[in-house]
Every structure is written in structure tokens, then in C-alpha cells.
């Protein structure tokens, strides 16, 4: 999720807790360090930034991650989005059964869901999977960036599905990809935007539609 505030400002504050670490480790020899040989401060230069990795690391790719983005101030920059998620698809599906002599394509199709994010600093993973079992889906490629159209910010995701048993207009495996922004109601976050996949483009059966995310109720 770094991408929210840039690479830039990414490294910028890892070098500004690097010279933190550096200057409480050396407070008393601060002096001697920077008045004496260069080759003096590999040593303290070195395991200052080798804790920066580690509060870097503890901070933003463990479940510590998870709490610090519940935090007001933090939340508006970096949403708390990892966790469970029911998930609603609304597929063009039932409108093309009518090219297919299978209906008459009067209504989108919903698929039903649930989504799994693991949501940390440097890397966002997720999980779909149909409330039915037919099929799962896993992303095999996730940013997070604000929005440069609305101004809010937006998950973009490729994803492989998998479907052991396919029924005749379908595949085994197929990819796709969605684009869906974070909001906010009175009830907390959800997400929504649109999908496509490359179903059985040959044939012209490729689907797309809309993906709605709120958030899992407890049972």
C-alpha cells in the first residue's frame, strides 16, 4: 500500500528513522563520529539502518500493520481494508445466455461471494471465492493508488480464476481484472467498481460487470 504516498516520501521517511536510530544509538559519541575518519561510521551507519529495516519491516509487513491503519489520522491515508468481505457480482452474463438462446437477457446475473485481503505496507494480496464453491479466483498482481479522476482511492487487481468443473460455456482458467474504489457510508468502508475477464474470448463469451465489497458480518 505504499503507493498511497509514493515511493518518494516512502524512502524518505525509512532514511528519517535511519537517522533517528542513528542519533539515539550515538548521542554521546555524536561529536567524535562526525569529526573523525570517514571509514568510523560504517559500523554505526550500518546497524542503524539494518534496525530501520527491522522497525520498517515490524511496523508495516506484520498484523501490526492491520491496527496502525485503524487509527483516525492514519486511516484517511492508508484505509484499513485488510480482512473478510462479501462480495456481489453482477455480471453481463445473463444479458449474453440471450445471444445463446438460454434466456432473455433481461437482467444482470449476481454471483454471490467472499473476499480474504491481506493488506500490509509493501504488498496487498486477495482471495476470492463464489458462495457456491463453483470457482475461486486469487490476484496475482495488486496496487493501491488515490485516484487521479475522483480523487478517492482506488484498488486495481489481475486475477486468475480457477473452476474445477466448468459447465460447457465456461473454462478451466481464465484471468481478469478489476478497478474498484474505497468509500466510506455510516456503516464503515466498502468498495465497488467494475471487472472484465478474458473467458473464452476466442468465443466471445468474455464477461464483465460490476464488484461491490462490504464488509463481512460476523455470524
Not at 28 to 47: A, F, H, K, N, Q
Not at 100 to 118: E, F, M, N, W, Y
Not at 194 to 207: A, M, P
Request: charged share 20%; net charge positive; with cysteine.
Amino acid at each position: 500500500m505504499y503507493q498511497v504516498i509514493g515511493i518518494t516520501k516512502t524512502l524518505a521517511y525509512f532514511a528519517t528513522t535511519c537517522v533517528v536510530v542513528f542519533l539515539i544509538m550515538n548521542y554521546r559519541d555524536i561529536t567524535t563520529l562526525v569529526s573523525g575518519p570517514l571509514m568510523e561510521l560504517r559500523r554505526p551507519v550500518t546497524s542503524a539502518v539494518t534496525i530501520g529495516a527491522g522497525i520498517f519491516w515490524v511496523l508495516g509487513q506484520t498484523p501490526l500493520f492491520v491496527l496502525i491503519c485503524r487509527l483516525p489520522l492514519v486511516r484517511k491515508y492508508l484505509p484499513p481494508i485488510d480482512g473478510e468481505w462479501d462480495m456481489q457480482l453482477k455480471s453481463n452474463w445473463g444479458i449474453m445466455q440471450k445471444w445463446l438462446g438460454q434466456g432473455d437477457g433481461a437482467s444482470l446475473i449476481t454471483v454471490p461471494g467472499k473476499v480474504k485481503i491481506k493488506a500490509r505496507l509493501f504488498s496487498v494480496k486477495m482471495e476470492f471465492v463464489s458462495a457456491d464453491g463453483y470457482s475461486e479466483s486469487k490476484t496475482i498482481s495488486v496496487s493501491v493508488r488515490p485516484s487521479d479522476q475522483t480523487g478517492l482511492l482506488e484498488l486495481n487487481y489481475m486475477f486468475v480464476n480457477y473452476t474445477q468443473i466448468p459447465v460447457a460455456t465456461d473454462t478451466n482458467t481464465h484471468t481478469g481484472a478489476a478497478r474498484v474504489f474505497v468509500k466510506e457510508s455510516g456503516e464503515g468502508l466498502y468498495m465497488e467498481g467494475t471487472y472484465f475477464t478474458d473467458r473464452k474470448w476466442t468465443e466471445g463469451l468474455n464477461t464483465a460487470g460490476q464488484v461491490t465489497f462490504t464488509r463481512a458480518k460476523a455470524a
